[in-house]
C-alpha cells in the first residue's frame, strides 16, 4: 500500500515513485474516467440507433403520406366516376320517357290509321257492292 510521506498528502505507490493523489484516489479516477469513456461510448450508439430509427420513422410516415394521398385521390376518382354514372342514368331515363312518348305518339297514329283504313275499306265496298 501507499506510505504517507511527512502527512503532507506525498505518496508513494507500488514502484515506490513519488505521488501527489493517494493511489487508491488515482485508481478510483481512472476507473470513472473509463466508465465515463465506455458511457459515452454507449451514448454515441444510442445516438446513432436513434438516428436510424428517426430516419425509419420518417421514411414511414413519408409513404403513409403518399398513401393517403393515393387513397383521397382513388376516393374522389370514384365519387367522380358515381357522379358520371348518375348523370348517365340521368340521360338515359330521359331518353326512355321520350321513347316512350313517341311510341304512344306513333299508338295513336296507328289507331287513326287504322279507323282511316275501316272507313276507306268501307267506303269501298259500299261503292263497289252497292245495296
Do not use: W
Not at 478510483?28 to 469513456?37: A, F, G, H, S, W
Not at 385521390?73 to 354514372?85: D, E, H, P, T, V
Amino acid at each position: 500500500m501507499a506510505k504517507d510521506v511527512l502527512g503532507a498528502g506525498l505518496h508513494f505507490d507500488e514502484l515506490n515513485k513519488l505521488r501527489v493523489l493517494d493511489p487508491e484516489v488515482t485508481q478510483q479516477t481512472i476507473e470513472l474516467k473509463e466508465e465515463c469513456k465506455d458511457f459515452v461510448d454507449k451514448i454515441g450508439q444510442f445516438q446513432k440507433i436513434v438516428a436510424g430509427l428517426l430516419e425509419l420513422v420518417d421514411q414511414l410516415a413519408k409513404e403513409a403520406e403518399n398513401e393517403k394521398m393515393k387513397a383521397t385521390g382513388a376516393c374522389n376518382l370514384l365519387k367522380s366516376i358515381i357522379k358520371q354514372r348518375e348523370a348517365q342514368q340521368r340521360q338515359l331515363q330521359a331518353l326512355i320517357a321520350e321513347k316512350k312518348m313517341q311510341l304512344e305518339r306513333y299508338r295513336v297514329e296507328y289507331e287513326a290509321l287504322c279507323k282511316v283504313e275501316a272507313e276507306q275499306n268501307e267506303f269501298i265496298d259500299q261503292f263497289i257492292f252497292p245495296k
